[in-house]
């Protein structure tokens, strides 16, 4: 649901420990500073066979302790709220417009009506909480397009090889990372972006070392499954 003053004005919201939600679905997506937290839990963290894709963490679900020790994901740092992208009105050739729009989950226990921070104050303006929740989602869409440059890259240079990992019932399609072969692009480089993409990519093939990967083009055919974003 769209975050609008004349529907949320007398709102509030209390915060929660977001990584009990975030552990309550079978993949996590994730951005660079997720990666070194919690390869230090043991958590696998694969990379989905999709260009556009963030590398996410397989979780089994539960509803008792995290298994993310004291880190919460960024993509769930501000749950219930989201920004996204949303038809917010019409250009000169009547065409819709996108813009970005604050939502927030309506099934999350975060809502009350009387306790907890206020979105909007009496003069009906972002509160201190909203402004700084808004604020710290503007700073996690950022990791994200960072990230994503980082995978991009990996496309590019042709590092992937596609396989296929079982995880809670189904085989979900992924890459692995020809790490020799990502070395050899990066040579001697000293750009500072060559360096988080080896530790990216270092990080998620360690994190497998323990998952049972396949890459037998007939396991896709029949078990092939994509990976979900949560």
């Known amino acids: 649901m769209i975050i609008t003053r004349d529907m949320f004005y007398p709102q509030r919201i209390?915060?929660?420990?977001?990584?009990?939600?975030?552990?309550?679905?079978?993949?996590?997506?994730?951005?660079?500073?997720?990666?070194?937290?919690?390869?230090?839990?043991?958590?696998?963290?694969?990379?989905?066979?999709?260009?556009?894709?963030?590398?996410?963490?397989?979780?089994?679900?539960?509803?008792e302790d995290p298994p993310f020790g004291a880190h919460t994901p960024r993509l769930w740092q501000y749950y219930p709220f989201t920004l996204?992208?949303?038809v917010v009105g019409l250009d000169a050739n009547d065409s819709g417009k996108l813009g970005t729009v604050l939502q927030g989950d309506p099934c999350a226990p975060h809502w009350h009506d009387h306790i907890g921070y206020r979105l909007f104050d009496d003069d009906g303006q972002a509160?201190?909480?909203?402004?700084k929740?808004?604020?710290?989602?503007?700073?996690?869409?950022?990791?994200?397009?960072?990230?994503?440059?980082l995978v991009w890259q990996l496309?590019?240079?042709?590092?992937?090889?596609?396989?296929?990992?079982?995880?809670?019932?189904?085989?979900?399609?992924?890459?692995?990372?020809?790490?020799?072969?990502?070395?050899?692009?990066?040579?001697?480089?000293?750009?500072p972006q060559a360096a988080k993409l080896l530790m990216m990519a270092t990080t998620l093939e360690q994190s497998q070392k323990d998952l049972n990967c396949k890459v037998q083009m007939s396991v896709a055919a029949e078990y092939g499954h994509s990976i979900t974003s949560a």
């Open 14 to 63: 209390t915060p929660r420990d977001n990584r009990f939600f975030a552990a309550q679905h079978p993949w996590v997506s994730l951005v660079t500073c997720d990666l070194e937290p919690l390869a230090h839990q043991g958590i696998p963290m694969v990379l989905p066979a999709d260009a556009d894709a963030l590398p996410v963490a397989l979780i089994t679900p539960s509803e």
């Open 84 to 86: 996204t992208a949303h």
């Open 127 to 131: 509160s201190q909480f909203l402004q």
């Open 133 to 149: 929740t808004l604020t710290g989602l503007r700073a996690v869409q950022q990791e994200v397009m960072k990230t994503q440059q």
């Open 155 to 191: 496309h590019q240079w042709r590092v992937l090889t596609p396989c296929h990992v079982q995880h809670e019932g189904q085989w979900l399609t992924i890459y692995r990372i020809d790490l020799t072969a990502l070395e050899a692009h990066i040579g001697n480089s000293e750009d």
